[in-house]
């Protein structure tokens, strides 16, 4: 089918219908039905492709620039309901979506042709030398856990000694606290210890994401190695999963755009490796969970950001993890690994061309030996079903051989593994023992265990956790706590809480007791743990200390009661989480989820002993996600909330700064913040839930359309600014049309205050009534595109949101199933926020075969 050109047009509306069509804004957005497979297959590119000048942050569908190759031909797979494959048509833009923010690709794919050398190296390889890219390191007794983070080297294949690769964690920042054969080890091994994603993800910022991506990847180079395990492009499902801190939140879109944005920025130096595929939200008897779930669910809910992280970001690895998906263990799953993971795009699946590796002992058996039967069974299932590296130990892949001795056909399996895994090495630059540990030269460096020369990734830490910490409510109207004025005297009040872990204390707490008032909050210490350096690490109190000293504070002092702040003019308070009350099972005793919302030590009561002081309150949380917040109806009602979350080493600094309105306050929430009485089960049975289709705000917007609604505390998306905003003008472009189409909407944001300020508008889109002949599920609304804009005070800026037609998709049946395009009316919403009263500006674009 060949792109039809129409005239340019511009359809402008604040409120209203928008009517989209080849014909001009006055018709329709055309979905055809029928043709041939290479006809229909370039509905393919739309959920990839665009043309046409991107605001700064501006994002869109699942889609990328031309390299992804979703824009071919033959490439969609998409039904229109019933019916047979169809094509788009028409749209707002044509080819390709090239989405730069400050010249960085925010969407850069993968289909390069592999390098050449990988069929020379195959063909010189014995069968033994290619098991051995599929293996860590062989178990010893007793087991060695300092030696857990490589896979071997493999000497003397067409003159070449290939290189093993070294893993380190890293969604916080580099983990040079595990051990490390070719690394000096010590009582430090620091690196830069980042905000956690969970907090980024408030940032709504795609270039800033890049950058930490950036940063990391800088880091796992200078450190001697060669893959880090990040991003976490898992969903949080329920706000009691302890490891929520390590993922970016409860919206697929959201999470795939920002992953895509890390990875793109990580890959400058070394490949990424996202986890933790599939459906992974549940750490207490994670390796035994089960996780029943509908295929439409494990596609959209579950799949949907891996596919763009795969498709967007080019991402290099993929992590299998410990739980089960209906009744089968991902590490043998070939559903999950081969016809949704690398299936071609035209078939269903999302293309990847990468490599899997196991989580560590996530194959059956975890930790321990088991029979050879077994253990052959074991190994020849999972190259089978697309595993090709079992980490960390050579539990089940030391019986490979045998295995294909026992049945040769498994030797196709072993070489497709082989390649995939010489096809990364080969991509990154690191195969060879003579290579280099990146594509780039780090611009820091190891000084004994740690790393040098970071002071621009201080620096970055601490921007980050300015743009992403969220000012969740301000006082009065009319009266707001913040930014602080010239009070006479602060006092910064926290708790002092002890904790137990399983696993080697933060050195910023290194007593197992976290002052909150004093010291930095930096998470969980499981694998994603970080070592920041203390002398270069600034707390809550030093932080606000150094910045009042420029704003004629007469005293600023710290402590652990009410009582310590009786004498002070305004109070801060710091609240939150210790590294013992939520992350990964291992490093808990009670085995990483939280049972309640409520913070623990009686921080609940101390925040009321301080606003009974009937003083200026602020309040800051410190958590991987939500709390209770009794607070808020408080007499007191001088206070303020912010959600810092967990910042990284530099929170006090950026903490200050926003108090003070050296920076404005631009994180929105990337989950919504209900009661507790209204969250969904956590977990049914011990060790197998069911998860639904509905989580997050899909589930609170569909029992508010069910006649129950749901008593939030603050919708998804909120966040408060220093100044306000205005939004008007939704506009939709009737641009040149090819199959490849993007809807372009824009959006003017007028800062209406005195104050800069940057501004995150969101786009939704609630389809058109379930088409009769339609079992699947449909969402209320579903977030499709947003940006990050700053606007200066009184200024108006123009935002473009696109949205790909094929981000309308949905899976239609079982696991044979297809992706569909409903028929119909679709309503384009644009606000500040997912709460319905928000989205004011509003239009419709009708899409029928």
Not at 661 to 674: D, H, L, T, V, Y
């Amino acid at each position: 089918m060949r792109s039809r050109v129409i005239e340019r047009e511009m359809c402008v509306f604040s409120s209203g219908v928008i009517l989209l069509t080849a014909l001009g804004c006055a018709g329709e957005l055309v979905v055809s039905d029928g043709g041939t497979g290479a006809d229909g297959a370039q509905t393919g590119g739309a959920e990839n492709g665009g043309s046409g000048a991107v605001a700064a942050g501006a994002v869109g569908g699942t889609g990328g620039a031309g390299s992804t190759g979703w824009e071919e031909a033959g490439e969609t797979g998409v039904d229109h309901g019933a019916g047979g494959e169809t094509s788009i048509e028409a749209g707002c833009g044509t080819g390709p979506l090239e989405l730069e923010v400050n010249d960085h690709d925010m969407v850069p794919g993968y289909d390069e042709p592999a390098d050449p050398m990988v069929d020379l190296l195959l063909e010189q390889m014995t069968l033994e030398q290619k098991i051995a890219q599929m293996q860590g390191v062989p178990r010893t007794e007793p087991p060695n856990y300092e030696d857990i983070e490589r896979s071997v080297d493999v000497m003397s294949v067409a003159g070449h000694d290939l290189r093993g690769y070294r893993y380190r964690d890293g969604v916080k920042g580099v983990n040079l606290d595990a051990g490390q054969d070719n690394r000096l080890l010590d009582d430090q091994n620091y690196s830069t210890h980042f905000p956690a994603p969970s907090l980024r993800a408030a940032s709504w910022d795609l270039d800033l994401e890049w950058r930490v991506g950036f940063a990391m990847g800088d880091e796992t180079a200078a450190s001697r190695n060669s893959m880090l395990i990040a991003p976490c492009v898992n969903v949080v499902r329920h706000p009691y999963w302890g490891r929520a801190q390590e993922a970016y939140g409860e919206d697929s879109h959201h999470i795939g755009r920002m992953a895509s944005a890390f990875t793109a920025g990580l890959q400058q130096h070394v490949i990424g490796c996202a986890s933790h595929f599939a459906a992974n939200n549940i750490e207490r008897g994670r390796t035994n969970q089960d996780a029943i779930m509908a295929e439409q669910t494990l596609r959209e809910i579950y799949g949907r950001h891996f596919e763009m992280v795969v498709r967007d970001g080019g991402i290099g690895c993929v992590m299998a993890s410990y739980n089960k998906i209906n009744g089968v263990k991902s590490t043998q799953n070939a559903h999950l690994l081969t016809t949704i993971l690398r299936d071609p795009y035209e078939q269903g699946g999302m293309g990847f061309r990468g490599l899997v590796l196991s989580d560590w002992w996530a194959m059956p058996g975890d930790q321990m030996p088991m029979d050879a039967p077994t253990t052959l069974a074991l190994a020849a299932e999972a190259a089978r079903a697309g595993l090709d590296i079992e980490l960390p130990w050579t539990l089940r892949y030391g019986s490979l051989a045998a295995a294909a001795a026992a049945d040769p056909s498994l030797a196709s399996s072993i070489d497709a593994s082989a390649r995939r895994v010489l096809e990364q090495k080969l991509r990154f630059g690191t195969a060879y023992m003579t290579d280099p540990w990146g594509k780039l030269t780090p611009t820091t460096r190891l000084d004994g265990s740690s790393i040098a020369g970071n002071e621009a990734h201080l620096d970055l830490a601490e921007e980050t956790a300015k743009k992403s910490a969220v000012l969740l409510r301000n006082g009065h109207p009319g009266a707001p706590v913040l930014p602080l004025g010239k009070p006479a005297s602060i006092a910064v009040i926290g708790a002092a809480l002890p904790f137990s872990i399983i696993a080697s204390l933060p050195p910023t707490s290194a007593d197992g007791i976290l002052r909150l008032a004093t010291e930095v909050s930096l998470g969980d210490r499981g694998s994603s743990r970080v070592n920041a350096d203390p002398a270069q690490s600034v707390g809550p109190f030093a932080g606000i200390q150094a910045v009042a000293a420029h704003h004629d504070v007469g005293a600023v002092t710290t402590g652990t009661t009410a009582a310590d702040a009786a004498s002070a003019e305004v109070v801060v308070v710091i609240v939150g989480l210790t590294p013992g009350d939520e992350g990964e099972e291992y490093a808990i005793p009670a085995g990483g989820d939280r049972t309640t919302l409520e913070l623990p030590g009686g921080q609940n009561q101390l925040v009321n002993d301080v606003l009974a002081l009937d003083k200026p309150t602020i309040i800051v949380i410190e958590s991987g996600s939500i709390v209770d917040l009794p607070w808020l109806s408080h007499a007191n009602q001088n206070q303020a909330t912010v959600w810092l979350g967990y910042a990284g080493q530099r929170a006090g600094a950026a903490l200050a700064k926003l108090l003070f309105g050296e920076a404005n306050f631009s994180g929105k929430m990337p989950m919504a913040w209900p009661l507790e009485s209204e969250l969904p089960v956590f977990t049914m049975q011990e060790d197998r839930t069911e998860m639904g289709y509905y989580i997050g705000y899909r589930w609170y917007d569909r029992r508010d359309a069910t006649g129950t609604p749901p008593n939030l505390v603050f919708p998804f998306g909120w966040g408060m600014s220093y100044t306000t905003f205005a939004y008007s003008n939704l506009e939709l472009p009737c641009a040149d049309v090819a199959e490849d189409g993007v809807i372009y909407a824009t959006v003017d944001i007028t800062n209406t205050g005195t104050v800069d300020g940057e501004e995150i508008p969101m786009l939704f889109v609630a389809g058109p009534p379930k088409p009769a002949n339609i079992t699947g599920e449909r969402s209320v609304k579903e977030l499709k595109s947003f940006a990050k804009v700053a606007v200066p005070a009184g200024a108006t800026v123009t935002v473009t949101l696109p949205v790909r037609v094929q981000d309308l998709r949905h899976w239609e049946g079982n696991v044979d199933g297809r992706w569909v395009i409903d028929s119909g009316e679709y309503t384009f919403m644009v606000g500040p926020n997912a709460a319905p009263e928000e989205l004011a500006l509003s239009g419709v674009v009708t899409i029928h075969p």
